[in-house]
Nanobody
Framework: QVQLAESGGGYVQAGGSLRLSCAAS????????MGWVRQAPGQECELVTA????????YYADSVKGRFFISRDNAKNTLYLQMNSLKPEDTAVYYC????????????????????WGQGTQVTVSS
């Protein structure tokens, strides 16, 4: 089992940047494919981006492609999300999630497949 804790959320003006972190503890971090999922008020969860165990494969939703960048440091047990050119529609609670069943080269692109979730961190982008 793995425990996940997000940090780095906050309030930013449109066009600004934020970097989210997700610290993992428990079972070996490199055993998990990871992802970032967001949920805006009154809306369904959206898988924003995902990364394979080694970091060699990534996935981005069209809504964030070219603006958001996912990375991981397995030595530090940490997942990152660099968010640039933020828009008001990026406002949401951002969750990191882990999937232990994925193959080593898979970036998991379905939010329902993730087994473990953090508590989330709020990102608010003002216009």
């Amino acid at each position: 089992q793995v425990q996940l804790a997000e940090s780095g959320g906050g309030y930013v003006q449109a066009g600004g940047s934020l970097r989210l972190s997700c610290a993992a503890s428990g079972r070996t971090f490199s055993s998990y494919a990871m992802g970032w999922v967001r949920q805006a008020p009154g809306q369904e969860c959206e898988l924003v981006t995902a990364i394979s165990r080694s970091g060699g494969k990534t996935y981005y939703a069209d809504s964030v492609k070219g603006r958001f960048f996912i990375s991981r440091d397995n030595a530090k047990n940490t997942l990152y999300l660099q968010m640039n050119s933020l828009k008001p529609e990026d406002t949401a609670v951002y969750y990191c999630a882990a999937d232990w069943r994925a193959s080593p080269i898979t970036a998991v692109t379905t939010s329902g497949e993730y087994d473990y979730w953090g508590q989330g961190t709020q990102v608010t982008v003002s216009s």
